[in-house]
């Protein structure tokens, strides 16, 4: 008998996920460019002078290539993005190694409306000024050329932590965000340094993810082989089956 296929792509993503942008597509075609995976189609275009060439390979599938002049992505204002509790994660991969001569570098921002990443200007740390004030900075302050970085930033009240490759650098108090009428901005914005860096697999989150799941996710997005194990095949004493008996043993995190 014919039976319908239950599956969905947005129901990959709990209520918690406002959007998800694997940046696979090509940002030269019509706006807009960006796909949101989950079901609130928040999608994102792109401005500056992106071309079909800047979609290249990345950490998960495509990723998005950013001159560092004018390029960025912008989504429009939505009530989702604002609220003081958040979670933010991208990967990022700079084309030239960052430091604390590098100056500063606009990667994910809603302005003061709540959270503002850059690279700190002077110090080559990574830190999120949410509404303007306070920072979770990493402790790294040295980016290497052409090295994928899982980056994550959670939000809690006035509590901001930063995560580099699944593990805590920094916890610190400031200003708790609000909400406001700015677009949300990834890879720069205008009338600030822009990132010369590549990115891929952005996801925010209207939910405080916890260290496990930050750690959980960099796991299975840096190494899928070896974080996913089958047991071997193991004698059934029951009645013969119709094909050999197995065991599975399988973690999967999206």
């Not at 942008?21 to 706006?31: Q, R």
């Not at 401005?47 to 002049?69: E, H």
């Not at 991208?90 to 850059?118: A, E, M, N, P």
């Not at 047991?231 to 094909?243: H, I, L, T």
Request: with cysteine; charged share 15%; aromatic share 10%.
């Amino acid at each position: 008998t014919a039976t319908t296929s239950a599956a969905t792509t947005t129901g990959v993503w709990d209520s918690n996920y406002v959007s998800v942008l694997h940046l696979k597509e090509d940002p030269s075609i019509t706006a807009p460019q960006m796909q949101d995976s989950t079901s609130g189609n928040h999608d994102a275009t792109s401005n500056g002078s992106m071309v079909a060439g800047d979609q290249v390979a990345g950490k998960i599938g495509g990723s998005l290539g950013f001159d560092g002049t004018n390029d960025y992505l912008s989504i429009p204002d939505h009530a989702d993005y604002d609220g003081a509790t958040t979670t933010i994660s991208f990967w990022l991969k700079t084309k030239s190694t960052w430091d604390s001569t590098s100056g500063r570098k606009d990667l994910v921002s809603k302005d003061c409306d709540g959270f503002w990443i850059i690279m700190n200007n002077g110090q080559g740390r990574l830190q999120n000024y949410p509404g303007c004030g306070g920072a979770g900075l990493t402790t790294t302050d040295t980016w290497t050329a052409d090295t994928w970085y899982h980056l994550t930033w959670t939000q809690n009240g006035a509590t901001s932590v930063v995560y580099v490759n699944g593990g805590q650098q920094h916890s610190v108090s400031g200003n708790t965000p609000g909400g406001g009428a700015n677009e949300v901005k990834i890879g720069g914005v205008p009338g600030n340094p822009f990132a010369n860096a590549y990115f891929d697999e952005v996801r925010f989150s209207k939910a405080v993810r916890t260290a496990g799941w930050i750690t959980t996710e960099y796991n299975n997005q840096s190494s899928p082989s070896t974080f996913m194990t089958f047991g071997s095949e193991e004698p059934s004493a029951a009645a013969p089956q119709r094909g050999p008996p197995f065991r599975l043993r399988m973690l999967l995190h999206v």
